[in-house]
């Protein structure tokens, strides 16, 4: 190198205050990672449109494993194994490779994130997708299957927290550590909750993995809901024309950054919209591995991988920091009774259900009280305010259930006192709910409903 280069090698800046040479160095010690100086691979015997079969790879590969194609394009994921040879499932949409090509073993699927990956959006494989740039790669390795916390482990959960959801902070508050889940059907304003949630400025990062979302949703996402927490959040992206592979990987790849910063001792926000995405893409790599539909098409791996992924979600070991998780589940036909949204539900630490007949009034955000539970929420109640709310919840559901007498003429005032009580109250906690996407955060819930009911 003459010396002339070497000054402009060292100390060039470049984007984010680097020099040519580290960015230079950066790149070498991926290369190393990437290509091994010895390759262990196997040859394709069959091709299909959901998979293919490599022989010469049984005995060196695990599940879980990533291969590399040696016609190049996207890897593939083992998938199954036996004697004959292994069952490759691409991440993309298809296999490119012909019969006879050679596959390489590549390790199990890890990421390396970095405090820096903060603002920038990704892929499932943790590339960036913004424009903005090379990624900084962090010096530990963070597999992407890591098991949770061993459960005598973990702290406790114990610290409260607030939305800024009316709804939310007063009906089924959370807390810091906890796992909850959204439960609606199409267009009943999941996302916009998800949106309102994602504001909330008491988490250090947000992370968010948008799983089978429609390409439009993700500008709008980043640049709506997310834009007051940009800076501070890493978004993982897997459009719905993406392959099952890349859907699946998604959430898991996510929850391997959230790990990383919950590690740090940050409180993170962990988004992920949604679930049942997941589940379906889940299901079509398990029917690719040869496993039995058990339960409307479902495979049985798809009601152990998902505790396993949601599982990850929680406190971290005692003084760490904690993640909480916020799970979309998107109600298959409106039945939340579904296979997944029932093995959901008895995962998580509360479920908010959002009811079409409400959002069909008009009232946003669109959570029933009555079917809608925290099951940590007295940590987050004074005993004055538990009693409250729960006549409240006593009340409505009288309200409720005298919906069609009334709208029948079938009720007449003064010959139930606590019916009449019901019909003045409850039509003013309802509006107190009501919360637009636009509208200011609650600052003092059980001050603003107070307020509501003593409005003339």
């Known amino acids: ?11 060039t800046p470049v984007a984010g205050g680097r020099t040519i040479l580290a960015r230079l160095e950066q790149v070498a010690a991926a290369c190393d990672r990437d290509i091994p100086l010895v390759r262990i691979g196997g040859s394709i015997l069959e091709v299909t449109t959901a998979y293919c079969r490599v022989a010469g790879l049984s005995r060196q590969v695990r599940l879980g494993d990533r291969v590399v194609f040696e016609e190049g394009g996207l890897p593939g994921e083992v998938v199954r194994i036996d004697e004959a040879g292994a ?50 790669v962090g010096e530990r390795e963070m597999p992407v299957d890591t098991p949770p916390p061993a459960a005598l482990s973990r702290a406790r959960v114990t610290t409260p927290l607030r939305t800024g959801v009316r ?20 267009g009943v304003g999941k996302s916009t909750l998800l949106g309102m949630l994602a504001r909330a400025r008491v ?10 979302e429609r390409g439009r949703e993700v500008r709008e996402f980043l640049e709506g809901p997310l834009a007051e927490n940009r800076a501070r959040a890493v978004v993982i992206v897997s459009t719905g024309d993406e392959s099952p592979m890349m859907r699946r990987m998604a959430p898991r790849t996510a929850m391997a950054v959230a790990e990383y910063f919950r590690d740090r001792g940050e409180a993170v926000l962990m988004v992920v919209d949604s679930v049942t995405r997941y589940a379906h893409a889940a299901r079509d790599v398990a029917l690719a591995a040869g496993e039995p539909a058990v339960a409307r098409g479902y495979a049985p791996s798809v009601f152990s991988d998902l505790p396993r992924l949601l599982e990850r979600a929680g406190p971290g070991f005692e003084g760490g920091g904690t993640i909480t998780g916020i799970f979309a589940v998107l109600v298959d036909g409106d039945d939340h009774n579904d296979p997944v949204a029932d093995n959901i539900r008895g995962t998580l630490d509360g479920h908010i259900v959002l009811d ?22 007295t940590l987050s109640w004074t005993p004055e305010q538990r009693n409250l709310l729960r006549r409240m919840r006593a009340m409505i559901a009288r309200f409720e259930d005298t919906r069609d007498l009334r709208l029948v003429g079938g009720y007449q005032p003064g010959l139930d006192a606590e019916l009449d009580q019901a019909v003045a109250l409850v039509p003013r906690i309802y ?19 107070a307020d509501a009911l003593r409005a003339e």
């Not at 190198?1 to 100390?11: H, K, R």
């Not at 709804?167 to 199409?186: E, K, V, Y």
Request: hydrophobic fraction near 40%; glycine fraction near 12%; include cysteine.
């Open 203 to 212: 988490f250090d990062t947000v992370v968010v993995a948008l799983v089978g």
């Open 1 to 11: 190198m003459s010396p002339v280069a070497a000054p402009l090698m060292t100390e």
């Open 356 to 377: 079409r007949g409400i959002a069909d009034q008009g009232r946003y955000p669109a959570g029933n009280v009555l079917s809608s539970i925290s099951r940590l929420a």
């Open 167 to 186: 709804l939310l902070d007063l009906f089924t508050p959370l807390c810091f550590g906890q796992r909850i889940g959204i439960f609606a059907g199409s």
């Open 431 to 449: 509006e107190a709910l009501r919360q637009d996407f636009d509208s200011p955060t609650s600052e003092d819930p059980f001050q603003e409903l």
């Open 87 to 136: 069952t490759i499932k691409p991440f993309g949409n298809r296999v490119e490779a012909p019969i006879g090509s050679g596959v390489f073993h590549h390790g199990a699927m890890t990421v390396r994130p970095d405090a820096s990956w903060k603002g920038r959006v990704l892929n499932a494989f943790c590339e960036s997708i913004d424009g903005g740039g090379m990624l900084a």
